[in-house]
């Protein structure tokens, strides 16, 4: 019974992060930047909103790994979810950790100007075009982990 309220846990948890990381970097941001008129503002708000997504991918990561290794031991570490959890955690971090507080940083250096009309514009712009590829490559991976979960779940 707890290993099946478990399961259902980590589905569930994994498919709000994941859903939460399509529908806030390619619904939500578009349409603010689209709408908004000011775009620092549009930013800041989006912004807020990564970095939730960014926490909640944390905590849901670390609960995956720990559920994966209390369910399958030491025979975890030939697991392609380990692996997949452990790589999404690696760069959910590196882009909260690294590149969100440099990209904060350049911001910061432009006040009060609007970072795009500023010397920092090729800087934030590149590291602007690092992130998006990097949560690109975190929404397709997180989209893989949740089939690989519900086929594992479904065998188990």
């Known amino acids: ?3 099946r309220l478990a399961e259902h846990l980590a589905l569930v948890t994994v498919t709000l992060w994941v859903g939460g990381m399509w529908a806030v970097g390619y619904l939500v941001a578009p349409v603010l930047f689209d709408m908004l008129p000011d775009r620092m503002l549009a930013g800041r708000v989006a912004g807020r ?3 939730f997504v960014g926490w909640f991918g ?3 990561a670390a609960y995956l790994l720990v559920f994966s290794a209390v369910r399958m031991r030491w025979g975890v ?3 392609s979810v380990f692996w997949l959890l452990l790589t999404l955690l690696a760069l959910v971090a590196a882009g909260h950790f690294g590149i969100q507080p440099l990209m904060a940083e350049l911001k910061a250096s432009a006040w009060p100007r609007d970072v795009m009309n500023s010397v920092m514009r090729d800087r934030f712009a590149t590291w602007h075009g690092v992130s998006s590829v990097l ?3 975190q929404s397709l991976l997180g989209a893989m982990l949740i089939f690989v979960l519900r086929r594992l779940f479904r065998q188990g």
């Open 1 to 3: 019974m707890f290993g």
């Open 49 to 51: 909103l990564f970095d």
């Open 58 to 60: 944390i905590a849901t």
């Open 77 to 79: 570490l030939r697991s």
């Open 135 to 137: 949560y690109l490559i």
